[in-house]
């Protein structure tokens, strides 16, 4: 059993808990999470986002998953 933690952001008290039968099917989900979180982001800016700020977001939102087990 794989368990994936994934909060808001650093000070999240209660980050998102989820729960996988295969690592693969977790490191899925982190990665489609983190790039809906990305895209949300930039969606809602009032400016405009390059590449590289896209990428920094990305590693910054990874940064915020967790995964045991």
């Not at 994936?4 to 999240?12: E, G, R």
């Amino acid at each position: 059993m794989i368990t994936v933690t994934y909060a808001i952001d650093s000070l999240d008290p209660n980050p998102e808990i989820k729960t996988f039968d295969t690592e693969w099917e977790a490191l899925d989900w982190v990665h489609e999470e983190t790039r809906r979180r990305v895209d949300h982001i930039v969606q809602h800016s009032p400016y405009g986002v390059s590449e590289s700020q896209y990428d920094e977001l990305f590693e910054q939102e990874s940064m915020l998953a967790k995964i045991e087990g």
